[in-house]
């Protein structure tokens, strides 16, 4: 059963920072498997953000967020990270974390079957 839990989102002005988390107790972070977050803004589809292979040595982001978000990984803890600098409203969604076989830039195309409750990010001065 996979088991996916997102947290450290909340309310942040524009320019301002936040670290994402996702604990992926029940969910072994295979040799073959992907990890990544998504995003679903407010009366949008949800749409890929970034994501990192097992070893952690292979990252692939969304043109949108590239240069400033920073996805890695704590595989001894099963714990996914997102560092997101300089947020925009445009970033303001539900951020969801998920893993899938394959690299980093097949999350794109993964049917997934669960997710998390996921986190709120809210950008607005």
């Known amino acids: 059963q996979v088991q996916l839990a997102e947290s450290g989102g909340g309310l942040v002005q524009p320019g301002g920072s936040l670290k994402l988390a996702c604990d992926a107790s029940?969910?072994?972070?295979?040799?073959?498997?992907?990890m990544g977050w998504f995003r679903q803004g407010p009366g949008k589809e949800r749409e890929f953000v970034a994501a990192?292979?097992?070893?952690?040595?292979?990252?692939y982001y969304a043109p949108s967020v590239t240069g400033r978000f920073t996805i890695s990984r704590d595989i001894d803890r099963n714990v996914l990270f997102l560092q997101m600098n300089n947020l925009q409203p445009d970033d303001t969604a539900v951020y969801y974390c998920?893993?899938?076989?394959?690299?980093?830039?097949?999350?794109?195309?993964?049917?997934?079957?669960?997710w998390g409750q996921g986190t709120q990010v809210t950008v607005s001065s």
């Open positions: 998920n893993g899938a076989p394959g690299s980093p830039t097949l999350m794109t195309r993964y049917e997934y079957v669960s």
């Open positions: 029940g969910f072994t972070f295979r040799k073959s498997y992907s």
């Open positions: 990192i292979s097992w070893s952690g040595g292979n990252t």
